[in-house]
């Protein structure tokens, strides 16, 4: 029995899915074997005395300078990647290109000699182990793979191998083999012991009589290195022991350690036989995990198994949208659409005047497809709004995970404040970022809203809905039912294609998530209890309502508002404040609704589209009051706007209004400007591509500096800073009088840099503020020109450069690879002839890859002695490139600093730049939305519900998981809707959610605007 219940609980059926690794088993592998070869070089760094190591340090400040100058760029270029793991794209490519360019500096330096580390010999083997360990490989993959289709391997084998694996196995097993030859060299020693005196050498280290020996070789370093090198990583014997491998191996050098030493060496040489046992290792490992259908060993049961699988389960959610991408393929197409919507659309084409066309009219105002009136005959109602969702799914998920809580809890002093679900969602427009497309909406803005309410088990969502609303199983009209619903109202992205995408996932289908949607159109009128309305207005781009929506809403007004209702009116855009922002005035159709027709009916004007949330009041007078509220809340999920620029926003309509609530504070929105300066390359390193250019660009007519002699022979440090910025500004004077590429880029950028100055200030103001942040780039480019070249120069005087020409490393690595591998037999020829050439090429251009600075300076001299005139066009195109290598390096950390502390600026000193300079930061902290209570005695009750901090990492909601569902119920009846919690239960939400504002708007009476009070939480 018990074996039984065994196999009933361990289904092998289901083993091999269980053990399926998600990467190839040998990608696993690398891993360990990466941090043995870490653990390797760490011992073998400290095994030198330190006062050994002091001695051999360069004492010469130039070149520690130079050293630190260099580290420094390669620093602050690879930060922004620096425990990260990123998908493999620029991220991986910027890690990759760091590491051959920082080598191929590095070894041409001499300070690294001086401390007995020769780069050239390690680079140039591990470029040779490297290629040969490809091809070996490669061979033996295509062998296997031929067994495996004609049927002599398991056919569980049949899975490829990725190339990348290969690539990265063969690195570590490079870089083990360097590690080695580094401290034990490539040595065939050969010794006059017995051989059981050999072979019992590293274990006397562990007798009793040899104790001191032990303690003495821990004190003395290099005594227990050369016990490791000679015992346990001695060659395995001499090719007489193996006749057949003898034309096959390459041998060791020629060491003695006694006598006996005559004649040449046939001992194998131990870096191949190091290299030789991790090929072996490799191959025997693959073919037994690919031939048993991977590791069978220690099997999990199923239920271990699922249950394992959900603590690893974690939601896919989208990074915030990096807006300042020099390689985002949906920036460019946002900018497209933009063009296209603007120059076709708006004007021409207007999907509203279709919406018009195609809506039902019945008796006269009724209009089906845009009045609901299903909520009018409540007792009450609690709704909420948001807007500005579909960014980053951290923040979106957190904001719909607090909609679709049943009752948020909230203390306030000695009481618990409870406030319930809505039964309706208003939600204010830009539904997804960049534009709208089908994978932004069903990522951005679908995604994370079906996480925290799911939509019903029968939906489908590839369901279009063409008889809206489209009620579940049971309900016989809208009233009737009892969940959520969302209303939806378009954005300015949301009008970037058209409104096509908006019209096909909101007009036609039911469910966001657990909400259902009934509307059919991009505007609406909702009828809600105590004489309360809600006005849903479609700006599309220009910030007004077309012809046909005013007369619906114009004509809703005459026919069923009452004179003592009240009006909520939503809109995308906040014109109040971005009308009083850019000195301009828009909404003229919906300016004349609100003043002309309601006439002190619009109790509350709500809006999104910036990212902030603001609540503007009236300021009691005998003038009328068109709009008592003014209230911006546009935290739905979107990156933060600032607030402290909007502060001295005063007027509407002749009224007076002051700022009764601001989030995030006004001190805060100032402070968190400073991240330009600190973190602008880090949130956007995508940004190199376009940076590094501009400045190479702007810097290419100057290269080279031949005569620099002035700099380097001053005595004095500030006579080499006066002639290192005397230099800067001749170059810049010759940028103006000579050059035409630096010239011609120069002045592009001006006019893109006055051009990019919102027309808020004065036209001088634009122009004086691009010529200062075009004048900075300019300076910094040239400094960072003129740092490049003094390291050049440096290095040509002192024979570190322009010594050998082209293929050097290739060249001395065949001066010395018979010297220190020695090839009796032939092998390397015989490789040669077997690939056609194509092994040793492979190598030469590889080692010439790293050779890039002594390219630039071989060419530079030729330059600096003959004029540009001698060279070729290949000439050009190879220095010019080469050059670009290392300037892009220097230049992307320094083009980041230089703007962000521009945008830093703008933002704080003179107010302008709102957007470009919060859009940088990407900061999905601070989001919030409003619930709303009309209450039974038809007041409107607001509060304002926000987080400081969203989570990062989120895990199975474990109450979720337990809770029953039954397939027909509906998911806004379960006591816990959303899937995922925070992995931290101090930083979830519903555990760090307050209210940062509260007010209370009063009810209408005897044709009284009314009154209103409120306070404000802090």
């Given at each position: 029995?018990g074996?039984?219940?065994l196999?009933?609980?361990?289904r092998m059926?289901?083993?091999?899915?269980i053990?399926t690794?998600?990467?190839p088993?040998?990608?696993e592998?690398?891993?360990?074997?990466?941090i043995?070869v870490v653990v390797?070089?760490l011992?073998?760094?400290?095994s030198?005395?330190?006062?050994?190591?002091?001695?051999k340090?360069?004492?010469n400040?130039k070149?520690?300078?130079?050293?630190a100058?260099?580290?420094?760029f390669f620093y602050?270029?690879?930060s922004?990647f620096?425990?990260?793991t990123?998908?493999?794209?620029y991220s991986?490519?910027s890690?990759?290109?760091i590491?051959w360019i920082l080598?191929a500096?590095?070894y041409?330096?001499?300070?690294f000699?001086?401390m007995?580390?020769?780069?050239?010999?390690?680079?140039?083997?591990?470029?040779?182990?490297?290629?040969?360990?490809?091809?070996?490989?490669?061979v033996?993959?295509?062998?296997?793979?031929?067994?495996?289709?004609?049927?002599l391997?398991?056919?569980?084998?049949g899975k490829?191998?990725e190339?990348?694996t290969?690539?990265q196995n063969?690195?570590?097993l490079?870089?083990a083999c360097c590690?080695?030859?580094?401290?034990?060299?490539n040595r065939a020693i050969?010794?006059?012991?017995?051989?059981?005196?050999?072979?019992?050498?590293?274990?006397?280290l562990?007798?009793?009589e040899?104790?001191?020996?032990w303690?003495?070789s821990l004190?003395r370093?290099?005594?227990l290195?050369?016990r490791?090198c000679?015992s346990?990583?001695?060659?395995?014997?001499s090719a007489?022991d193996y006749?057949?491998?003898s034309?096959?191996?390459?041998?060791?050098?020629?060491?003695?350690?006694?006598?006996?030493c005559?004649?040449s060496?046939?001992e194998?040489?131990?870096?191949y036989?190091?290299?030789?046992?991790f090929?072996?290792?490799?191959?025997?490992?693959?073919?037994v995990?690919?031939?048993t259908?991977?590791?069978?060993?220690h099997?999990l049961?199923v239920?271990e198994y699922?249950?394992s699988?959900?603590?690893q389960?974690?939601?896919?959610f989208l990074d915030?949208?990096p807006?300042y991408s020099?390689?985002?393929?949906?920036l460019?197409?946002?900018v497209?659409?933009?063009l296209?919507?603007?120059t076709?659309?708006?004007?021409?084409f207007?999907?509203?005047m279709m919406?018009?066309?195609m809506?039902?009219?019945?008796?006269g105002?009724?209009?089906?497809?845009?009045l609901?009136?299903h909520f009018?005959?409540?007792?009450?109602?609690?709704f909420?709004?948001?807007?500005?969702?579909?960014?980053?799914?951290?923040?979106?998920?957190?904001?719909?995970?607090?909609l679709a809580k049943?009752s948020?809890q909230?203390t306030r002093g000695?009481?618990v404040?409870?406030?319930?679900?809505?039964n309706?969602?208003?939600?204010?427009?830009?539904?997804?970022?960049?534009?709208p497309?089908?994978f932004?909406y069903?990522?951005?803005?679908?995604?994370?809203?079906?996480?925290?309410?799911?939509?019903?088990?029968?939906?489908k969502?590839?369901h279009?809905?063409?008889?809206k609303p489209e009620l579940p199983?049971g309900?016989?009209?809208l009233?009737q039912y009892?969940g959520p619903q969302?209303?939806?109202i378009p954005?300015?992205h949301?009008?970037?294609d058209?409104l096509?995408t908006?019209?096909?996932y909101?007009?036609?289908?039911s469910?966001?998530?657990?909400?259902?949607m009934p509307?059919k159109k991009?505007?609406?009128?909702l009828?809600?209890?105590?004489?309360?309305w809600?006005?849903?207005?479609?700006?599309?781009?220009?910030?007004?309502?077309?012809?046909?929506?005013?007369?619906?809403?114009s004509e809703?007004i005459k026919?069923?508002?009452g004179d003592?209702?009240?009006?909520?009116i939503?809109?995308h855009?906040p014109n109040w404040?971005?009308?009083?922002y850019?000195?301009?005035?828009?909404?003229?159709n919906v300016s004349h609704?609100?003043?002309?027709?309601l006439?002190g009916?619009?109790?509350?004007?709500i809006a999104?589209?910036?990212?902030?949330?603001?609540?503007?009041s009236?300021v009691?007078?005998d003038?009328p009051?068109h709009?008592?509220?003014?209230?911006?809340?546009g935290?739905g999920?979107?990156f933060?706007?600032p607030?402290?620029?909007?502060?001295?926003?005063?007027?509407?309509y002749?009224t007076n209004?002051e700022?009764?609530?601001?989030?995030?504070?006004l001190?805060?929105?100032?402070?968190i400007a400073?991240?330009?300066i600190?973190?602008f390359r880090?949130k956007?390193?995508?940004?190199?591509?376009?940076?590094?250019?501009?400045y190479?660009v702007l810097s290419?007519?100057?290269f080279p500096?031949?005569?620099l002699d002035?700099?380097?022979?001053?005595d004095t440090?500030s006579?080499?800073?006066?002639?290192f910025?005397?230099?800067v500004w001749n170059a810049f004077?010759?940028v103006?009088e000579?050059?035409y590429v630096?010239?011609a880029?120069?002045?592009v950028?001006?006019i893109v840099?006055?051009?990019?100055?919102?027309?808020k200030?004065?036209r001088?103001?634009?122009?004086?503020?691009g010529?200062l942040?075009v004048?900075?780039h300019?300076?910094?480019?040239?400094?960072?020109?003129?740092?490049?070249?003094l390291?050049?120069?440096?290095?040509?005087?002192?024979?570190?450069l322009?010594?050998s020409?082209?293929?050097?490393?290739?060249q001395?690595?065949?001066?010395?690879e018979?010297?220190?591998?020695?090839?009796p037999t032939?092998?390397?020829?015989r490789?040669?002839?077997?690939?056609?050439g194509l092994y040793?090429?492979?190598?030469k251009?590889l080692?010439?890859a790293f050779?890039?600075?002594?390219?630039?300076?071989?060419?530079?001299?030729?330059?600096?002695?003959?004029g540009?005139?001698?060279?070729?066009?290949?000439?050009?195109?190879?220095?010019?490139?080469s050059?670009?290598?290392y300037?892009w390096?220097f230049?992307t950390?320094?083009?980041?600093?230089?703007?962000?502390s521009?945008?830093?600026?703008?933002i704080?000193?003179?107010h302008i730049?709102?957007?470009?300079?919060?859009?940088?930061?990407?900061?999905a902290?601070?989001?919030?939305?409003?619930?709303?209570?009309?209450?039974?005695?038809g007041?409107?009750?607001?509060?304002?519900?926000?987080?400081d901090?969203?989570?990062?990492e989120?895990k199975?909601?474990s109450q979720w998981?337990?809770?029953?569902?039954?397939?027909q119920?509906m998911?806004?009846?379960r006591?816990?809707?959303s899937?995922?919690r925070?992995?931290t239960?101090?930083?979830?939400?519903?555990n760090?959610?307050k209210?940062?504002?509260?007010?209370v708007i009063q009810?209408?009476?005897n044709?009284d605007?009314?009154a209103?009070?409120g306070?404000?939480?802090?």
């Amino acid at each position: 029995m018990g074996s039984d219940r065994l196999l009933d609980t361990l289904r092998m059926e289901r083993v091999r899915t269980i053990f399926t690794h998600t990467y190839p088993y040998p990608h696993e592998h690398s891993r360990h074997a990466i941090i043995a070869v870490v653990v390797g070089c760490l011992f073998f760094i400290s095994s030198d005395n330190m006062h050994t190591l002091v001695e051999k340090l360069d004492k010469n400040v130039k070149w520690w300078s130079m050293y630190a100058c260099l580290l420094g760029f390669f620093y602050f270029f690879s930060s922004p990647f620096l425990g990260k793991t990123i998908k493999p794209s620029y991220s991986n490519f910027s890690r990759w290109y760091i590491a051959w360019i920082l080598v191929a500096a590095l070894y041409h330096l001499p300070s690294f000699q001086s401390m007995g580390v020769d780069l050239r010999m390690n680079l140039s083997l591990f470029l040779t182990i490297y290629v040969s360990s490809i091809l070996f490989l490669l061979v033996f993959h295509i062998v296997f793979l031929g067994l495996w289709y004609v049927g002599l391997v398991s056919r569980v084998a049949g899975k490829r191998p990725e190339i990348l694996t290969i690539l990265q196995n063969c690195a570590v097993l490079s870089i083990a083999c360097c590690v080695f030859y580094s401290h034990c060299g490539n040595r065939a020693i050969l010794r006059d012991r017995p051989l059981a005196r050999r072979n019992s050498g590293w274990f006397s280290l562990w007798k009793k009589e040899e104790r001191n020996t032990w303690l003495a070789s821990l004190v003395r370093m290099n005594e227990l290195k050369d016990r490791f090198c000679s015992s346990w990583f001695a060659p395995v014997g001499s090719a007489s022991d193996y006749p057949l491998l003898s034309k096959w191996v390459i041998y060791g050098e020629l060491g003695c350690n006694g006598s006996g030493c005559a004649g040449s060496s046939d001992e194998i040489s131990p870096i191949y036989s190091l290299w030789a046992t991790f090929i072996g290792l490799y191959i025997a490992n693959y073919v037994v995990e690919r031939s048993t259908g991977w590791a069978l060993s220690h099997p999990l049961s199923v239920q271990e198994y699922e249950k394992s699988k959900k603590k690893q389960m974690k939601p896919d959610f989208l990074d915030m949208v990096p807006w300042y991408s020099g390689t985002s393929a949906d920036l460019f197409k946002t900018v497209f659409d933009l063009l296209v919507s603007v120059t076709v659309f708006v004007g021409r084409f207007d999907m509203r005047m279709m919406q018009a066309a195609m809506t039902k009219v019945e008796n006269g105002a009724q209009q089906g497809d845009l009045l609901y009136d299903h909520f009018s005959e409540k007792e009450d109602l609690w709704f909420d709004f948001m807007a500005d969702t579909g960014d980053g799914g951290n923040s979106s998920y957190t904001v719909a995970r607090l909609l679709a809580k049943p009752s948020i809890q909230l203390t306030r002093g000695d009481s618990v404040l409870s406030l319930p679900r809505g039964n309706l969602l208003l939600i204010g427009g830009d539904l997804a970022y960049p534009n709208p497309s089908a994978f932004t909406y069903e990522k951005r803005l679908f995604c994370p809203f079906e996480y925290a309410l799911q939509p019903p088990s029968w939906y489908k969502p590839e369901h279009i809905s063409v008889n809206k609303p489209e009620l579940p199983v049971g309900v016989s009209e809208l009233k009737q039912y009892d969940g959520p619903q969302c209303f939806v109202i378009p954005g300015n992205h949301d009008w970037f294609d058209g409104l096509h995408t908006f019209m096909r996932y909101i007009c036609h289908k039911s469910w966001l998530g657990g909400w259902f949607m009934p509307q059919k159109k991009s505007y609406f009128a909702l009828q809600l209890p105590k004489r309360w309305w809600v006005f849903g207005l479609d700006l599309a781009l220009h910030n007004d309502i077309d012809v046909y929506q005013f007369k619906f809403f114009s004509e809703l007004i005459k026919e069923k508002v009452g004179d003592n209702d009240s009006v909520i009116i939503m809109t995308h855009e906040p014109n109040w404040l971005l009308d009083w922002y850019w000195n301009s005035v828009s909404g003229k159709n919906v300016s004349h609704l609100i003043c002309d027709y309601l006439k002190g009916r619009c109790k509350l004007q709500i809006a999104g589209d910036l990212h902030h949330y603001m609540r503007h009041s009236y300021v009691p007078s005998d003038r009328p009051v068109h709009v008592q509220h003014l209230l911006v809340n546009g935290c739905g999920g979107a990156f933060l706007h600032p607030t402290h620029v909007f502060s001295n926003f005063k007027e509407l309509y002749g009224t007076n209004y002051e700022t009764k609530a601001a989030y995030p504070s006004l001190e805060d929105s100032s402070r968190i400007a400073l991240g330009n300066i600190l973190k602008f390359r880090k949130k956007n390193w995508q940004f190199d591509f376009i940076g590094g250019i501009i400045y190479f660009v702007l810097s290419f007519s100057t290269f080279p500096q031949c005569k620099l002699d002035h700099i380097l022979q001053h005595d004095t440090f500030s006579g080499h800073l006066w002639s290192f910025f005397g230099t800067v500004w001749n170059a810049f004077m010759y940028v103006l009088e000579h050059s035409y590429v630096s010239l011609a880029g120069l002045v592009v950028l001006l006019i893109v840099a006055i051009v990019f100055v919102p027309p808020k200030v004065s036209r001088k103001k634009q122009a004086i503020i691009g010529i200062l942040h075009v004048s900075s780039h300019l300076a910094a480019a040239l400094i960072l020109m003129l740092l490049l070249e003094l390291g050049v120069e440096t290095c040509i005087r002192h024979n570190l450069l322009a010594t050998s020409g082209y293929h050097t490393l290739y060249q001395w690595y065949r001066s010395v690879e018979s010297e220190h591998f020695p090839d009796p037999t032939g092998l390397r020829s015989r490789i040669e002839q077997w690939t056609f050439g194509l092994y040793p090429a492979c190598i030469k251009y590889l080692m010439s890859a790293f050779d890039v600075p002594e390219v630039m300076a071989v060419t530079r001299s030729n330059i600096c002695k003959n004029g540009t005139e001698s060279l070729s066009r290949g000439g050009a195109v190879i220095y010019y490139a080469s050059v670009f290598l290392y300037f892009w390096v220097f230049s992307t950390p320094v083009v980041s600093l230089v703007f962000g502390s521009y945008l830093y600026i703008c933002i704080n000193w003179f107010h302008i730049h709102f957007d470009e300079a919060f859009s940088s930061l990407r900061i999905a902290n601070y989001k919030a939305f409003t619930r709303f209570h009309i209450n039974k005695d038809g007041n409107l009750e607001v509060f304002t519900l926000a987080v400081d901090k969203i989570p990062k990492e989120w895990k199975l909601d474990s109450q979720w998981d337990a809770e029953p569902k039954q397939p027909q119920q509906m998911s806004h009846h379960r006591r816990f809707p959303s899937k995922w919690r925070a992995v931290t239960s101090q930083q979830d939400p519903l555990n760090t959610v307050k209210i940062v504002d509260h007010f209370v708007i009063q009810q209408t009476e005897n044709s009284d605007i009314g009154a209103s009070k409120g306070s404000v939480i802090r």
